[in-house]
């Protein structure tokens, strides 16, 4: 089984050395340039941590263009490693261990798009690697990792961004231009949903399973606790998400990309309350995660609410499962991921303007995160950025386990009054992992 210390530092350097020996391919751009800043004529040079669907998805996209090369493959699933590896040309090397990856010179940027248990450690130790990250959403599972892969990211100036593409399309880009215009006037609530109904059966109720052939099972767990394999949790994001341990639920599966427009276009800071409740009300299938669950976010003189279920023949003005409701006091927006219509209040709209476009079109959410690795500028879905989407999730789930509200002091990034909520948004690592406290 492999341990995170099984790579000695003296097994690095013996394969190190033998690496040396022949003439690589591809020179890092840590030589020919600044250290993780490509030169205007190098490949930028990318790994991949975690070979599922969304991890592949991205690193299709990255390597349509001709200055990104694939010169290492990280997944614990040798069927999916090998996969992953013809896709590509160049023959990527194989990596089994995270760790041996982020050792390589030949490795300038990592998109990480393990199991969300595993999101904060190797981002963190990616930047400690002087690697740049494409991190998949959800960017944590708690609290404490999204402040520690923040104040990583700016310890080790790394360029960062966070998987919510969607942010990138353009009709969330005129959505922001809508309400940004006042043509809504003033905004005190917005409503933000993902309903669905998978019906009792939930993802289903197939038997623990014995260790699928080359699953290095002990190394996916990694952090987390441990437990039998079971077909869902490895199959794909859409059913590991029953699985609270490694996924935090189906909130931070649906939850980023919804919650997100509205913090991008009201410009929202972090929430000072944060309510929700719920449960696990009719799902009856393997998993242990919540069903249902509504929070309420309170920011200074506005509100934002969350509803998903995961068990509702309900639609929302009998449009689709997904959306997002902004109501000003001259009209409401509905917006999904693709349209956005405005019903306006009275004839308190007949004067309004089309909104002039203030959103830059986007070259694609990967090529912005490649463009911004050479000119060492932010991208739009930084970690800076998503932390304020970020914290809402992470405290809507402590909230719920808790039954209780909490308080959040923006100004010091602090749960107030509670302790155990505020013990509980530190992450307790399964030995011998360990949580990176010196990032908080």
């Not at 200055?67 to 896709?87: N, S």
């Amino acid at each position: 089984m492999s341990k995170p210390d099984q790579l000695s530092r003296r097994q690095f350097m013996r394969k190190s050395a033998v690496a040396g020996a022949a003439v690589p391919l591809y020179v890092s751009s840590s030589v020919l340039a600044q250290p993780g800043k490509p030169g205007a004529n190098d490949r930028i040079q990318l790994g991949l941590i975690g070979a599922g669907g969304m991890g592949r998805g991205n690193l299709r996209n990255c390597t349509r263009y001709d200055d990104v090369v694939v010169t290492g493959i990280c997944e614990v699933w040798k069927e999916r490693r090998d996969a992953t590896i013809a896709e590509h040309k160049g023959k990527p090397k194989p990596y089994n261990e995270y760790r041996e990856l982020l050792q390589q010179k030949d490795v300038d940027a990592v998109i990480i798009a393990s199991p969300p248990h595993w999101h904060a450690l190797q981002a963190i130790e990616a930047c400690e690697a002087g690697k740049d990250i494409y991190l998949q959403k959800p960017m944590t599972l708690h609290l404490a990792e999204s402040l520690a892969v923040k104040a990583a990211v700016k310890k080790h100036k790394r360029i960062s961004q966070v998987g919510t593409q969607i942010h990138a399309g353009e009709n969330y880009h005129r959505v922001v231009d809508h309400v940004r215009s006042g043509n809504l006037g003033k905004i005190g609530v917005a409503r933000t949903f993902n309903l669905l109904n998978m019906g009792v059966e939930g993802v289903g109720n197939d038997p623990n399973c014995d260790v699928p052939k080359g699953l290095d099972w002990e190394l996916w767990v990694g952090p987390g606790p441990m437990r039998p394999c079971h077909p869902m949790i490895i199959k794909w994001s859409g059913t590991h998400s029953a699985f609270m341990a490694y996924s935090g639920g189906w909130s931070p599966c649906w939850a980023p990309h919804i919650i997100d427009l509205p913090v991008w276009a009201l410009d929202l800071g972090l929430p000072t309350m944060v309510s929700s409740s719920g449960g696990r009300y009719v799902c009856r299938d393997a998993g242990d995660a919540y069903d249902t669950q509504e929070t309420v976010l309170q920011y200074p003189g506005f509100t934002l609410t969350w509803m998903m279920s995961q068990i509702s023949a309900y639609r929302f003005d009998l449009k689709g499962r997904v959306g997002i409701y902004f109501h000003g006091v001259n009209g409401t927006l509905y917006a999904d991921y693709g349209t956005h219509q405005i019903v306006p209040e009275g004839d308190r709209m007949k004067d309004a303007k089309e909104p002039e476009k203030s959103v830059p079109d986007s070259p694609g959410h990967e090529r912005e995160w490649l463009d911004c690795i050479r000119s060492r500028k932010q991208p739009i879905c930084n970690v800076f950025y998503h932390h304020k989407v970020n914290v809402p999730i992470v405290l809507g789930t402590l909230s719920l386990k808790l039954g209780r509200s909490i308080q959040y002091d923006p100004a010091t990034e602090k749960i107030v009054g509670d302790q155990e909520a505020a013990a509980l948004s530190v992450p307790t690592y399964r030995d011998p992992w360990k949580f990176p406290e010196q990032y908080l």
